[in-house]
C-alpha cells in the first residue's frame, strides 16, 4: 500500500469514527428529549391544593392573560422562556395562583386570598400554550384558566387544544376552562383610505394591514358604509343572543357544561364606549351564562370592591422582558417589586440611576420605570473623556433609546444619541442649559409584516371619521414592532463622530468645549404614541465600550457585553441544545 492509498484509508476512517461519534452524541440528545416530552405531555402530576386556612388577604388580586406561547416567540406569542422566566419571578417573590372558585368566594363570601394572589390564564385555546405551559404549572404548583372559541372546538384545526384534550387537562388540576366566545369576527370594516369592507371573519382577514376601523362582532350594530344600522334593536338584539347560544350549545354538546369565566373580545369596551343597547344586550347573556367576566385590560390589580362582570386583567407582551413586568406589577399595585439582574458580574459593572436593568448574553434590557427615563451609568468610565462606543439597538421601534457619552452627572452636561421612532438624534447639553440638537435624521425604513400587526382601532367611530381614512403619520410604527441599528460613537477633544448602520451621520462634529468629562450611559424611555403603556424596554447588544488614551493613541477596554473563552463556548453549547429540543417538539 502506498502512501496515497493509506492516507486515503486513514482519512475514512477519521470520518467514520468521526460519524460514529456524532451518532451516539445525537441519539443521547434524542433520549432526552423523548424524555422532556413525556414529562411535558403526560399530565404525570397532579396539582396539589393550597393550604386556605393561611390566607389572610382581604384587598385583592392580580389577573395575568397571556395570548399564547411559542418555542422562540413572535410579536404576538411569548417565548416559551420567558414565560418560565416570567412566572418563576413571581413565584420567588410570594405569588401564588387562586382558581375561579377563590375569586368567587372573595367577592361572594368575603373570603380571604393569599398575601400575593395571581389568577393566571392562557388565552386563544393554542395547542402549544397548553404544551409549553404545563411543566411550568408543574413546577411552581401554579392553577391557570385555558380559554377557548367555542368553534375551534371539534374543527380540523390542530393548532387548537380539542375537547378529549381539554378534559385531560382538567383532570390534572392544573388547568381549569374558560371562554373567548363564539368566535372571532369582524363588522363593520373600514379600510385606511376610508373604503367599506363589511364584515369579514377571523380567517378572512389574515392580513390585517390594511384595516383601519372596524368592531368585533358582538361590540355594535351591523352598519352600512354611512355607518347607518341595518338592524332594528330586537334583531341586534336576537344576532347576539345567538352568538352565545351557539357557544353555550357547543360547550355544552363538547364539555358537558359551560366554563364560569368569559373573557370577552375586544376588551375594555363593555361598560363603556359601546352603545347603550348593545351593551344592555351583551350584559343580559354574560350574566345568564357566567359566573365572572374578565371585560377590561391595562390594569392587572382587581380590588374586593370590583364587580364580578367587570374585573380586569393585564396581557403581557412578548416584547416585555421580565423586569417591564415586574414595573407594571409595581405600577399597579403599589407594591414594591425585586427587579432581576441577570449576570450579576456584569450588573456590578453598571449603577442603576432609575429603572431596573437585565445583564444577559449579549445584551442589556433596560427597563424604564413608568412615564420616566430609565438609566444606567457605567461605573469608572469618567477616568477618560475620550470614549468609543459601538452597540446594536435592537429594542422596539416606538420607544426612545439613549447611548451617553461624557455624562457628568454632577453638572448635567452630556453627549447623547438618541433613537426615537426611526429617528437619530445627536444632542448635547451644557450645564445648566437646555438640550441643544446638533443633527437629527429619519433613518430607512423598518420592514414589518402585516401579520405581525396587533390591532387596536376597534371601537366606536363615526362615517366621517372612517371615510376620511386613517389619518397617522407615515413614520408611524404599530407598538410591537422591532428593530435592529447598529451605532458606533466616537468622542475625542471637542470633536464627535457618529456611524449608523456603517454609514457616516456626523464626521468631527464640533462639540462644546465645556462638555470635557463625565463617562458612559444608557438610557430607555416611552413614546407617548404607545398610549396603552408607559414602560418601554430598551435593548443594548453587542455593546462594547472604551477608553482611548491621549498619550499612545491605545484603547482600554471598559466593557464588552459579549462572552468570551470558556464562558462563550459553554453559552454556545446551551443554545444548540436548546435548538435540538425544540426541533424534537416540533417533529414529534
Request: aromatic fraction near 10%; proline fraction near 3%; charged fraction near 30%.
Amino acid at each position: 500500500m502506498n502512501k496515497k492509498t493509506r492516507k486515503t484509508v486513514l482519512n475514512y476512517q477519521r470520518k467514520n469514527r468521526r460519524k460514529r461519534i456524532k451518532t451516539m452524541v445525537q441519539l443521547a440528545i434524542l433520549m432526552v428529549e423523548v424524555i422532556l416530552l413525556v414529562q411535558t405531555i403526560g399530565y404525570t402530576r397532579h396539582y396539589e391544593e393550597p393550604a386556605q386556612e393561611t390566607w389572610t388577604n382581604h384587598n385583592g388580586f392580580i389577573a395575568l392573560s397571556y395570548f399564547g406561547v411559542d418555542r422562540e416567540g413572535t410579536p404576538k406569542l411569548v417565548a416559551k422562556r420567558q414565560l418560565e422566566q416570567q412566572l418563576k419571578t413571581l413565584y420567588t417573590q410570594g405569588y401564588r395562583t387562586i382558581s375561579q372558585q377563590d375569586v368567587l368566594d372573595f367577592y361572594e363570601k368575603g373570603k380571604p386570598l393569599p398575601d400575593k394572589a395571581l389568577f393566571l390564564s392562557f388565552e386563544d385555546g393554542r395547542n402549544d400554550s397548553a404544551l409549553f405551559a404545563q411543566p411550568l404549572l408543574e413546577k411552581y404548583n401554579f392553577k391557570a384558566t385555558f380559554l377557548s372559541y367555542a368553534n375551534k372546538m371539534g374543527n380540523s384545526d390542530g393548532k387548537f387544544v380539542q375537547p378529549k384534550e381539554m378534559q385531560k387537562m382538567m383532570k390534572s388540576g392544573y388547568w381549569e376552562l374558560g371562554t373567548n366566545g363564539y368566535r372571532l369576527s369582524y363588522i363593520n370594516i373600514f379600510d385606511k383610505d376610508g373604503r367599506y369592507l363589511g364584515q369579514k371573519t377571523e380567517n378572512e382577514m389574515r392580513s390585517k394591514g390594511n384595516m383601519a376601523y372596524y368592531n368585533h362582532y358582538l361590540m355594535d350594530f351591523i352598519r352600512d358604509e354611512n355607518m347607518i344600522p341595518v338592524e332594528d334593536r330586537d334583531q341586534m338584539d336576537a344576532r347576539i343572543t345567538d352568538d352565545y347560544q351557539k357557544m353555550q350549545s357547543i360547550y355544552t354538546d363538547k364539555l358537558g357544561f359551560v366554563p364560569k369565566v368569559y373573557m370577552i373580545m375586544h376588551a375594555n369596551t363593555l361598560y363603556g364606549s359601546m352603545n347603550r343597547l348593545v351593551a344592555e344586550a351583551n350584559d343580559e347573556n354574560i350574566r345568564k351564562l357566567f359566573s365572572m367576566h374578565f371585560n377590561r385590560d391595562g390594569n392587572m390589580y382587581n380590588d374586593s370592591k370590583k364587580s364580578l362582570y367587570d374585573l380586569t386583567r393585564v396581557q403581557p407582551e412578548p416584547y416585555w422582558f421580565t423586569n417591564h413586568l415586574l414595573m407594571k406589577v409595581e405600577k399597579d399595585t403599589g407594591r414594591q417589586m425585586k427587579y432581576i439582574q441577570g449576570d450579576g458580574k456584569r450588573a456590578a459593572q453598571w449603577q442603576t440611576i432609575s429603572g431596573a436593568a437585565e445583564y444577559m448574553e449579549n445584551k442589556i434590557a433596560l427597563t424604564s420605570p413608568p412615564g420616566k427615563e430609565g438609566r444606567i451609568v457605567l461605573k469608572d468610565s469618567d477616568r477618560s473623556p475620550d470614549l468609543r462606543l459601538s452597540v446594536k439597538l435592537t429594542g422596539n421601534v416606538v420607544g426612545k433609546q439613549m447611548v451617553y457619552v461624557r455624562d457628568d452627572e454632577k453638572k448635567q452636561s452630556y453627549v447623547r444619541v438618541v433613537l426615537d421612532n426611526n429617528e437619530l438624534r445627536v444632542e448635547q447639553k451644557k450645564a445648566g442649559q437646555a438640550v441643544e440638537i446638533l443633527q437629527k435624521r429619519k433613518l430607512d425604513t423598518v420592514q414589518w409584516r402585516s401579520t405581525d400587526l396587533t390591532l387596536d382601532k376597534a371601537g366606536m367611530y363615526s362615517q366621517q371619521v372612517a371615510t376620511s381614512g386613517l389619518k397617522t403619520s407615515e413614520d408611524e410604527y404599530p407598538v410591537n414592532i422591532g428593530q435592529n441599528r447598529k451605532l458606533d460613537v466616537n468622542v475625542q477633544g471637542s470633536t464627535l463622530d457618529v456611524n449608523v448602520d456603517g454609514k457616516p451621520l456626523l464626521v468631527h462634529q464640533p462639540i462644546d468645549g465645556s462638555i470635557a468629562s463625565g463617562g458612559a450611559a444608557l438610557g430607555a424611555e416611552y413614546h407617548k404614541q404607545n398610549t396603552k403603556d408607559d414602560i418601554y424596554d430598551g435593548v443594548f447588544e453587542s455593546l462594547k465600550i472604551e477608553a482611548l488614551k491621549k498619550t499612545d493613541g491605545s484603547k482600554e477596554l471598559l466593557f464588552n457585553s459579549r462572552s468570551t473563552g470558556l464562558k462563550g463556548v459553554a453559552i454556545k453549547i446551551q443554545n444548540i441544545m436548546n435548538a435540538s429540543i425544540d426541533w424534537a417538539i416540533d417533529t414529534f
